[in-house]
């Protein structure tokens, strides 16, 4: 089952330094190109733990439907 | 979840022991080169941040201090520092710091001006540095470029532990240079690719 809540990376604010990426429990976050850290919807579980890591404040927690 | 670290994970040694030997010979500042041109020549060949992403020693550095030695207070970014006029703003103040550090090593080599023993701190603060020069068999402009490297070298981390004990362990990256640089030529070399669908939980090759 999916879970309520999902991350969503602002592009404008990343800065792709990849921290969030060495903290997702799921390896549910990337960085592509260079450019941004993006995340795989259906493997994020919404824990947040990427959020609170960013430095860039880019990332939030969205909920499921609202922003998909 | 336990697993093997892999060897670049422990290289965040590699920031205390360049400022460490920076204390007792000057010359081995010129060892920070390689923190400027291999993620430049990664970004530029790759197409990629694997130098932020994995190899940045800073920013490991900065992660023990702020996230496992709590010496942070993991407060949000404030938002004027991570806005881009910021980002590059810092990128330009930072190459025109640069260009004038090369000029003064100009004017030492050509011999206008003398070899200035001293580190200077957030381009202000002269702070003596003699103890680290020993003299050199080189040209003075070598240990010039070298005490002004330096400076930058530690100015740049004092500022990183600054901002990583008052809001994030990793706040310096928002506003790297290196790091807006690599994100500049990586942005350049997407150009118009679009990210992938990260809906359905498929993913391009990463990084």
Redesign the interface.
Known sequence: MLSKKFAQVD???C?????C??VC?REAI???????A??????CVGCGKCA???????ITLEERGAA? | MNRSKHWYEYLWIVTPVYLLLGFFNILFAWLGMIFFCVPLIIAIATGNKTYCNRYCDRGQFLTLLGGRLRLSRNRPTPNWMRSRWFRYGFLVFFLVMFLQMLWVTYLVGAGAQSLGQSVKLFWTFRVPWHWAYHGTLLAPWVAQFAFGFYSMMLTSNLIGWIVMALYKPRTWCVFCPMGTMTQLICKAKAGGAQLPCTACGEKEAQT
Not at chain 1, 15 to 19: D, L, Q
Not at chain 1, 38 to 43: M, N, S
């Open positions: 592009r404008d604010f800065v792709a330094c990849g921290s990426v060495k429990p990337f960085v592509w190109r260079g450019v941004t993006a995340v795989e919807a259906l493997r609170r890591e960013c430095p860039a404040g880019a998909q």
